[in-house]
């Protein structure tokens, strides 16, 4: 069964570095998104990005945050200058639709880790 | 942000008996529903959704009731197996394409043998 990948399973980052989170989303989906879970936490939106631009985004995704989908088959998640409290499980999904009773199919996250 | 809701953050079940549980939704714009199940260092893994035209929806062991008037869902599994135990999310989105999830806290099922 196709499914979402993403690399690394575990990043380790000094505050105020940036960091890049990869992913594969399932090759016929067309929406794609990012969520995170602070430990403890529920799992938040983050942002859903569809034809090659932002569809929504939350108030977590602030100017520090990107999202880019650089050839057919990466999406990626960018943040600039990491603060401490970044530090989360970052889950990729992607969808084949955005509705019409499709559920999004989510990777196994990455944990990020700012020191 | 409590627009999803699941109360009990555990149930314990023995193996055999059936599995409930429940999340609460306050959002009335929300017209599509999942449950999730998420195993420790894995992502959340779909399980059952229902359209909130429906009020009923079931897949195996796996069934999910929707109460539109009381904003409240549940999924039962029946029977319960020990493989069932994991962290259980229900979420909710509204009827824009690509709409984004709402998830609750999660309840943690422990199916007992």
């Known amino acids: 069964e196709p499914e979402v990948t993403q690399t690394p399973s575990h990043q380790v980052t000094q505050m105020g570095q940036e960091v890049i989170l990869r992913c594969v989303p399932i090759s016929n989906h067309l929406y794609f998104y990012w969520y995170r879970q602070i430990l403890g936490q529920k799992v938040e939106f983050l942002v859903s990005f569809y034809n090659n631009e932002i569809s929504e985004k939350s108030e977590i995704f602030d100017d520090q945050f990107s999202v880019e989908r650089p050839d057919g088959s990466n999406f990626t998640l960018k943040i600039r200058s990491t603060k401490l409290e970044d530090s989360a499980m970052y889950f990729c999904?992607?969808?084949?639709?955005?509705?019409?009773?499709?559920?999004?199919?989510f990777g196994d996250g990455t944990r990020l880790s700012i020191l | 942000d409590q627009q999803v809701k699941q109360n009990s953050p555990s149930l314990s079940v023995q193996e055999g008996r059936i599995s409930i549980l429940n999340c609460d939704y306050t959002n009335s714009m929300f017209d599509y529903f999942l449950w999730y199940k998420k195993y420790p260092a894995e992502g959340p893994t779909f399980l059952i959704s229902i359209s909130s035209i429906k009020d009923k929806n079931e897949d195996g062991r796996f069934t999910v009731f929707l109460n539109k008037s009381a904003k409240h869902l549940s999924l039962h599994i029946v029977p319960s197996q020990p493989g069932d135990s994991a962290v259980y999310f229900c979420?909710?989105?509204?009827?824009?394409?690509?709409?984004?999830?709402?998830f609750g806290q999660g309840t943690e099922l422990s199916v007992k043998p």
């Open positions: 999904a992607s969808s084949p639709q955005g509705r019409d009773n499709q559920p999004q199919h």
């Open positions: 979420a909710a989105t509204s009827g824009n394409q690509g709409g984004k999830l709402i």
